[in-house]
């Protein structure tokens, strides 16, 4: 568990946080209008991300306000063209609960995990009308890439970025 300095603290994701979580990510993804497939809104373990993030190298985080949970952001190893890359899954967070550095916590905690589990990069996908999160993957040092990599089953997306974090390994990717 950490604190935030912003007034709330973020933590692994719990069982009993999972109604919450997937309430959160279809109520932001309504926002947005990617209440469709082809975004996290068709994935099957949306009611179960506390069981979803179990496995090595993965982890999911939540943020908790007033003892309510109100955003969330998951790592997990993403099979593509390049060994030993993960993935940024599931970045959301309440209207409500924007602009006070809850965001940016939430990243941050994600990245350090990338780093702790010893991933050479992380991808991310997400979709144009969120300009404030792509504002934010962007100030961390994300680069956008022109077509996507691996096979993430969220073909909706239409912006995908890559951090390298090993640079002795970091392959040249094309734009």
């Not at 993430?152 to 970025?161: G, K, L, P, T």
Request: proline share 7%; net charge negative; charged share 15%.
């Amino acid at each position: 568990m950490t604190d935030c300095a912003v007034g709330g603290e973020i933590r692994a994701i719990q069982p009993g946080d999972n109604a919450a979580i997937a309430a959160i990510i279809r109520q932001v993804l309504t926002e947005f209008g990617a209440n469709r497939p082809g975004f996290a809104w068709a994935d099957p373990e949306l009611e179960t991300l506390a069981a979803a993030y179990q496995g090595a190298r993965s982890v999911y985080y939540v943020a908790v306000v007033a003892e309510q949970v109100v955003g969330g952001v998951g790592i997990a190893p993403f099979p593509c063209q390049y060994p030993n890359l993960c993935e940024l899954q599931k970045m959301y967070l309440l209207p409500e609960a924007r602009g006070r550095g809850l965001g940016r916590a939430l990243l941050n905690q994600a990245l350090a995990a990338v780093q702790t589990f010893g991933y050479d990069g992380c991808y991310l996908e997400t979709f144009g009308p969120m300009r404030t999160a792509i504002a934010l993957y962007e100030r961390a040092g994300f680069q956008a890439l022109p077509t996507p990599l691996g096979e993430s089953d969220h073909h909706a997306c239409d912006r995908y970025y890559l951090r390298w974090f090993t640079p002795t390994s970091t392959p040249t990717v094309s734009q």
